[in-house]
């Protein structure tokens, strides 16, 4: 799985558990049972976000071309 890929899903997956206490879902809930994931270091982040730049800027040029920018 790419490593953005994997920041998504981490992101995700806090914005689902991470909204209630431990403990307080009940058995068949979404998330109940489950800890959410460990967030990636400060550099493994730098590096995700500068690799979804580099996507981005070679996208950039044929959407330009695209839409004749």
Do not use: F, K, N
């Amino acid at each position: 799985m790419r490593r953005g890929a994997r920041v998504v899903l981490v992101l995700l997956a806090l914005g689902v558990w991470g909204c209630q206490e431990e403990g307080t879902r009940e058995p068949g809930q979404p998330g109940a049972g489950l800890e959410a994931p460990e967030l990636l270091s400060w550099g493994e982040q730098v590096e995700v976000r500068e690799g979804w730049l580099s996507i981005r800027h070679e996208m950039l040029l044929d959407m330009m071309r695209l839409h004749d920018i």
